[in-house]
């Protein structure tokens, strides 16, 4: 059973757009999610950490937000560009002595067109 | 850039050798976690190292082993390799492991 899903499974916009990424957990008992980028055969680059006492957090154009009671995370990419296409990846740490198991989605492939 | 190096970028074995890939942690961690990412789908769990022990495991088989040594370092050790070994390989590294892990670029490693 997935334990951390993520939808869609591929995004392509044109520049400009608005976009919203989802994120699903089945287990609520978090020490914190955190969303990822990766660009084609290169490694994680962390974007955003948010702790399960926050309901968000904001980088730039970024916004993510966590509800636990719903198992839910979203992130919010304002105002697309081209250099934002690559995977997102969200990650739910969970509490109690697991905690160092990163339980990562599939990703999301974001494409943005010029 | 994280800090975290990763050693070899790529590697090409033949099913039922053994191979082992490097991490260097960033400075001031001490805790060392590796991840398989297979093509098209999300890093899974291998296991985390935290002062030299291991702290925790995922499912993989006991062919998967590895070492963290005195300077945080650490090897991921694969016995016995089979075709669906071949995946990118990522280690992270953190101050702790309750903390943000910081990932390396990855080997890239293909069983033939």
């Known amino acids: 059973k997935q334990e951390v899903t993520q939808i869609p499974a591929a995004l392509s916009v044109p520049e400009g757009e608005n976009l919203v990424l989802n994120c699903s957990f089945t287990?609520?008992?978090?020490?914190?999610l955190q969303w990822f980028r990766q660009d084609p055969g290169k490694g994680l680059t962390s974007l955003l950490l948010?702790?399960?006492?926050?309901r968000e957090q904001t980088s730039g154009r970024l916004n993510a937000s966590l509800d636990k009671s719903s198992g839910r995370s979203t992130l919010y990419i304002a105002a697309s560009q081209p250099g934002d296409s690559a995977t997102y990846l969200c990650?739910?740490?969970?509490?109690?002595?697991?905690?160092?198991?990163?339980?990562f989605g599939q990703g999301t492939i974001l494409t943005v067109h010029p | 850039e994280t800090g975290v190096t990763q050693s070899p970028t790529h590697l090409i074995k033949t099913r039922g050798q053994q191979v082992t890939l490097r991490c260097s942690s960033q400075?001031?961690?001490?805790?060392v976690s590796w991840y398989q990412q297979a093509l098209g789908q999300g890093p899974q769990f291998i296991f985390q190292?935290?002062?030299?022990?291991?702290?925790g495991r995922g499912n993989f088989p006991p062919r998967f082993s590895g070492l963290q040594f005195p300077n945080y370092s650490s090897e991921l050790n694969v016995n016995a390799l089979e075709l669906d070994d071949s995946a990118l390989y990522l280690c992270?590294?953190?101050?702790?492991?309750?903390?943000?892990?910081?990932f390396g670029p990855g080997t890239r490693l293909l069983v033939l």
């Open positions: 992270a590294s953190s101050s702790g492991p309750k903390q943000t892990q910081y």
């Open positions: 287990d609520s008992a978090i020490y914190n």
């Open positions: 948010i702790q399960s006492s926050q």
């Open positions: 990650d739910r740490r969970p509490g109690g002595t697991s905690y160092g198991k990163l339980t």
């Open positions: 400075s001031g961690h001490n805790t």
């Open positions: 190292y935290y002062r030299e022990e291991e702290n």
